[in-house]
T-cell receptor, first 116, second 114 residues
Framework: DVKVTQSSRYLVKRTGEKVFLECVQD?????MFWYRQDPGLGLRLIYF???????EKGDIPEGYSVSREKKERFSLILESASTNQTSMYLC???????????????FGPGTRLTVL | KNQVEQSPQSLIILEGKNCTLQ??????????LRWYKQDTGRGPVSLTI?????NTKSNGRYTATLDADTKQSSLHITASQLSDSASYIC?????????????FGKGTHLIIQP
């Protein structure tokens, strides 16, 4: 079974703090993604990575950065957390769409971040 | 602009009843359409993925349909169970896009009452 794990289920931070959210997948997926999910807005893509050390901005990258030093690990960094970054953060991974593989995304359990 | 609209926003039905959730999209050119189930406090889990040539796909009591001409999909749940209570998210991928070429619907929140 594919497993995507996230470092924390719940996190409470103060405004201005630096926050690290980590995601690890064990399926050798090329693609990894970070989304945030807010009521009434659905999932919105923050950043994604299609290979080690590669990253692409999603729809709402402002205030976030990412790091992918190893294929299985994708980190989301909030350089200076703000209250409007209070949200559910979801990590996902998938294969490249090629050679009979589907690019179905597998999601982690989510991290509910509260910024006070 | 690529959009995915889901209806209804929320739905309450009695255990054992059937229900149908709708997804309309304007994504073009189309690659595939996915339905995900998201339990409260959990990440979404894939139910089905359908390409242009597929118009029906089943996964247990879940049956998804796709009409690529009218750009509509539905998810039918048969003999609902309490464990079906969740949000159901429709996601459409456009061809030619990279791994990020996905447009997410806002989901339908389904509640099954005993």
């Amino acid at each position: 079974d594919v497993k995507v794990t996230q470092s924390s289920r719940y996190l409470v931070k103060r405004t201005g703090e630096k926050v690290f959210l980590e995601c690890v997948q064990d399926m050798d997926h090329e693609n990894m993604f970070w989304y945030r999910q807010d009521p009434g807005l659905g999932l919105r893509l923050i950043y994604f990575s299609y290979d080690v050390k590669m990253k692409e901005k999603g729809d709402i990258p402002e205030g976030y950065s990412v790091s992918r030093e190893k294929k299985e690990r994708f980190s989301l960094i909030l350089e200076s957390a703000s209250t409007n970054q209070t949200s559910m953060y979801l990590c996902a991974s998938s294969f490249h769409l090629q050679g009979g593989k589907t690019d179905t995304q597998y999601f982690g359990p989510g991290t509910r971040l509260t910024v006070l | 602009k690529n959009q995915v609209e889901q209806s209804p926003q929320s739905l309450i039905i009695l255990e054992g009843k059937n229900c149908t959730l709708q997804c309309n999209y304007t994504v073009s050119p189309f690659s595939n359409l996915r339905w995900y189930k998201q339990d409260t406090g959990r990440g979404p889990v894939s139910l089905t993925i359908m390409t242009f040539s597929e118009n029906t796909k089943s996964n247990g009591r879940y049956t998804a349909t796709l009409d690529a001409d009218t750009k509509q999909s539905s998810l039918h749940i048969t003999a609902s169970q309490l464990s079906d209570s969740a949000s159901y998210i429709c996601v459409v991928k456009h061809s030619g896009g990279g791994a990020d070429g996905l447009t997410f619907g806002k989901g339908t929140h389904l509640i099954i009452q005993p």
